[in-house]
């Protein structure tokens, strides 16, 4: 038996399993391990306000730049 991964547009979904299940295909649905997510989501790190600041005065800056006129 072949595995095969397909990007199925917004609403066909039922469409597509329905036909495959006609043709035969058995469908699997991925299990996602929920602990195991909300673990690696508590490892993303969150920025201060003081990480953001230098970002915000380059913005700030790049924004006020004049084009040379010819």
């Given at each position: 038996?072949?595995?095969?991964?397909?990007?199925?547009?917004?609403?066909?979904?039922?469409?597509?399993?329905?036909?495959?299940?006609?043709?035969?295909?058995?469908?699997?649905?991925?299990?996602?391990?929920?602990?195991?997510?909300?673990?690696?989501?508590?490892?993303?790190?969150?920025?201060?306000?003081?990480?953001?600041?230098?970002i915000?005065?380059?913005?700030?800056?790049?924004?006020?730049?004049?084009?040379?006129?010819?």
């Amino acid at each position: 038996m072949e595995k095969l991964i397909i990007n199925v547009p917004e609403g066909k979904s039922a469409l597509i399993k329905e036909l495959l299940k006609e043709l035969g295909v058995t469908i699997q649905q991925e299990k996602i391990d929920m602990e195991a997510f909300k673990e690696k989501i508590l490892q993303i790190p969150v920025w201060s306000d003081e990480d953001v600041k230098p970002i915000e005065e380059a913005r700030s800056a790049f924004d006020s730049l004049k084009p040379v006129q010819w």
